[in-house]
């Protein structure tokens, strides 16, 4: 068995295969193009390859996708392997193919010296707790936004690649009091965004919208948060703030609802970190635990386990 990386032709074919389960309510060329357009980006280029479990006939017998992210760790800066869609072919499954895939994987990055492997499971914690990955606490919440009489006297507009750096520099702020957090490039902040807007455009029309604003100050962004609506409502995928309190997001939430102030409030979710504050005219109304599981599985000794508090992880970061 060897494994490899997978080029376009044998992307197509793995894609053929995984679109039945991720296709995202995409067609299967919109499919292909999303996926394709996230590996062209400036941080997928370098960062997010499909490799293959290939036989000694070469033909391939399970996939998946390797991301290189980099995370502080109680004040250490350290590279973390990423995997996402384990995938092996249904007439070749009950054969551990994905399981020595993963090891394989797992070989490499420890022999390179990578101290940290990292996965969402969809399928709760017993198939990978075989591997070593213990699970991360993540809490899904909803929350109700404080509606005024009026939209808030606050200008937002829609965020730009010139906006990136700002947002980078709030989340390293924002985060420094978590043990456990990606860290988030102006690159790597592009790609979570263009991956979500590219989903909602390849889509069918009305399906799903994402929307990227910020509020600035001496045209600085001081705010900003990323929403995808559907049917279910807001999905705020991230979000940052310079003030202290977070009140300026608050008020960008309360700008954002008056747009149809005619609609009822549509329900509002989202993975909210810990260290991240709770605006003042937002409340948590409900919590628990997220539906796709975060695990982690260290490569070298040393490195302890992790509470909700711990951890500050967006669902933009979520691969």
Excluded at 129 to 138: D, I
Excluded at 279 to 291: F, G, K, L, M, N
């Amino acid at each position: 068995m060897r494994l490899v990386l997978a080029e376009r032709p044998l992307r197509e074919r793995i894609e053929d295969e995984t679109f039945v389960i991720w296709n995202e309510g995409l067609a299967r060329a919109a499919y292909s193009k999303w996926n394709e357009a996230q590996m062209r980006t400036a941080w997928g280029r370098d960062r997010l390859h499909r490799l293959a479990l290939v036989d000694d006939g070469g033909r391939w017998v399970a996939s998946i996708k390797r991301y290189r992210l980099t995370v502080r760790y109680d004040d250490e800066v350290v590279p973390v392997v990423g995997i996402g869609a384990v995938f092996t072919p249904p007439v070749l499954r009950g054969r551990n193919f994905a399981l020595q895939m993963i090891e394989r994987v797992l070989e490499e990055e420890s022999a390179a010296g990578t101290p940290l492997a990292a996965l969402f499971s969809e399928i709760g914690a017993g198939y990978y707790a075989r591997l070593g990955f213990v699970p991360v606490p993540l809490d899904e919440v909803t929350l109700r936004v404080r509606q005024k009489d009026g939209a808030p006297a606050m200008l937002v507009r829609s965020g730009t690649e010139a906006d990136l750096g700002h947002i980078a520099a709030m989340h390293e702020v924002r985060s420094a009091p978590a043990r456990f957090a990606v860290v988030r490039t102006p690159d790597l902040i592009y790609f979570s965004i263009a991956k979500r807007r590219l989903l909602a455009g390849l889509g069918p029309p009305g399906k799903r919208q994402t929307e990227f604003f910020v509020a600035e100050e001496g045209q600085n962004a001081v705010a900003y948060v990323v929403i995808t609506s559907d049917e279910r409502g807001w999905f705020i995928e991230e979000a940052g703030d310079r003030d202290p309190a977070a009140a300026r997001l608050g008020a960008m939430l309360q700008v954002l609802l008056a747009r149809e102030p005619s609609h009822q409030q549509p329900p509002v979710r989202s993975w909210w970190p810990a260290a991240f504050p709770v605006p003042p005219q937002v409340q948590i109304v409900d919590r628990a635990p997220a539906p796709d599981l975060l695990m982690v599985r260290p490569l070298r000794d040393g490195l302890q386990p992790l509470k909700p508090d711990d951890v500050f992880w967006w669902k933009s970061d979520y691969f």
